[in-house]
């Protein structure tokens, strides 16, 4: 089958996560079950591989309005692409303007009525607010809707086909030792709906006190001085794939005390490293974590607690650790490709 993939951008080299992440991983799945794949995108793939790779330009004025305008000016550039040839397109936002007789498949990871709803900032909001309107054509035009959880579901006027994120298993696996110290990794930012700062006051004033010697590895960007939060906090820039997934295995627990994710590629992927997961309520971490069954999800004022009870019973480490491995199996790529294969084939 000859697949189409449209999306805005491709992994970069010092960062593979969200949408990005998702369509490269599908893309070489794909490919490996024998598809013919090509993806349209801004930017070519931080590695090499064996799908095909088209160029999107945006239009000409943009390199006056600067990088914040290309959320916009990507889906006018998209509906002078031509996807003549292709069985199925399958696009993973900013499809409203294109032109093509194949049918389309819609995934929505995430909704940006729920990115608008939790942003912290007004131009978090605002911005998510605007793209809430295109995304409803998105949805309206689709041959087939695609929600990566039911949370996100939810957020959508036509029944969606439920088909998770997924994780890379040949880099995503237990392996190694666990640090010499107590640790907790968080991958996101600060001041967003990722909540880092939350955890950073946590770790601070309940964590660090409790279990003398303790450390929270932040990876993210630094534009908020976390640098200068506190003892026992290290901080790490964008990281490859690869260092990830090492700090991942390495971590004595995974803490992600969003207030929204439509999914939560990094549960899964601290999951699948048999690292024990808390979280705070959300959609993605509901669904993803069984409701507590697979990780610890608990209000902001319990985040410590729950923390400090991880991080002092081994014991307890083990028995969620297994559990999440347990769990993870059904985010494996080809467990998702398989079923985005059924869907396509209902299409063509």
């Not at 993803?288 to 019973?313: F, P, Q």
Request: charged share 20%; with cysteine; proline share 5%.
């Amino acid at each position: 089958m000859r697949i189409a993939q449209l999306t805005r951008m491709l992994p970069r080299p010092d960062y593979a996560g969200g949408v990005s992440g998702q369509v490269d991983l599908l893309a070489r799945a794909l490919v490996a079950r024998g598809h013919e794949v090509t993806v349209f995108a801004i930017n070519p793939p931080a590695e090499p591989a064996k799908y095909s790779y088209h160029a999107v330009t945006l239009p000409a004025s943009s390199s006056g309005l600067g990088r914040r305008a290309a959320p916009y000016l990507f889906s006018v550039a998209a509906a002078r692409l031509s996807f003549d040839g292709f069985d199925i397109v399958h696009s993973h936002g900013d499809d409203h303007f294109i032109r093509t007789r194949a049918p389309i498949v819609r995934t929505f990871h995430g909704s940006s009525w729920g990115e608008a709803r939790h942003g912290v900032r007004f131009r978090q909001r605002a911005y998510h607010f605007t793209m809430g309107f295109p995304e409803m054509l998105s949805e309206w035009r689709a041959a087939a809707t695609v929600a990566n959880s039911a949370s996100t579901s939810g957020y959508l006027r036509r029944e969606a086909i439920v088909i998770p994120c997924a994780y890379d298993a040949a880099r995503f696996h237990p392996g190694g030792s666990r640090s010499a110290s107590p640790s907790i990794l968080f991958v996101g930012d600060l001041h967003t709906r990722k909540r880092g700062r939350l955890l950073v006051d946590v770790f601070t004033e309940v964590v660090r006190p409790a279990v003398p010697g303790a450390e929270l590895w932040v990876v993210g960007a630094d534009d908020t001085g976390v640098l200068d939060c506190g003892d026992g906090i290290q901080f790490r820039e964008r990281v490859s794939g690869p260092e990830l997934a090492d700090l991942y295995r390495r971590a004595w627990v995974f803490c992600l005390p969003s207030s929204y994710e439509g999914f939560g590629v990094p549960y899964a992927e601290a999951m699948a490293c048999g690292t024990p997961v808390v979280a705070t309520h959300n959609g993605g971490a509901d669904e993803v974590l069984g409701a507590g069954r697979y990780g610890l999800i608990v209000d902001e004022g319990g985040l410590g607690a729950a923390l400090m009870s991880l991080l002092t019973s081994a014991d307890l480490r083990g028995a969620f650790g297994e559990r999440a491995l347990e769990r993870a199996r059904d985010y494996a790529i080809d467990r998702v490709a398989e079923q985005y294969e059924h869907v396509y084939a209902s299409l063509s």
